[in-house]
């Protein structure tokens, strides 16, 4: 697949019938006729979490999936059906380090385009009480500790955006002079 253009809905998910578009409610969508109904397009949640170690270095993970493959970020991912925020925060963050935490408070929410879902909505979160053994794993092939001045790249300027916001905010940091 292509990741310069957000792959378009052809087809109704509830009767199969080709999708038009449809000028309703304030902009364009895709519509159903047969249906009769709009297919509304929304921003797909997700949520990661900012864990450090006792000298604040942030634990990012390598990803080992597209997009972005190879480059590091904060441990994520997709919210579940049923899931609370927090609850998908902290579920993928023990698929992808092998660790355990407690979501200590919320750091901050943003949307990034995405080639494939058009938008994501992030949630950020700080956790802590972190335990067990770091072993990466699902779409993360590493999982380290990063001090602000040895951090990489990141997969996604959201990440970086809470990665400075939680710099500014708790610990003494190069973005505050
Ligand atoms: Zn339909």
Known sequence: ???????????CHFCGSRLSKKYFEGRDRLFCEECSVPIYENPVPAACVIACDEKSRILLVKRNEEPKKGFWCLPGGFMEIGETPEEAAL??????????????????????????????????FIAGCLEGKMNPGDDAS????????????????????????????????????
């Open 1 to 11: 697949m292509t990741t310069d253009k957000v792959p378009q809905k052809q087809f």
């Open 91 to 124: 579920r993928e963050f023990h698929e992808e380090t092998g660790l355990k935490g407690k979501i200590e408070r919320l750091i901050g929410i943003v949307t990034h385009k995405s080639p494939r879902y058009g938008s994501i909505l992030v949630v950020g």
């Open 142 to 177: 590493d999982a380290r500790f990063f001090s602000m001045e040895e951090l990489p790249e990141l997969a996604f300027d959201s990440h970086l955006f809470f990665i400075r916001s939680f710099y500014s905010a708790y610990v003494s940091s190069p973005f505050q002079n």
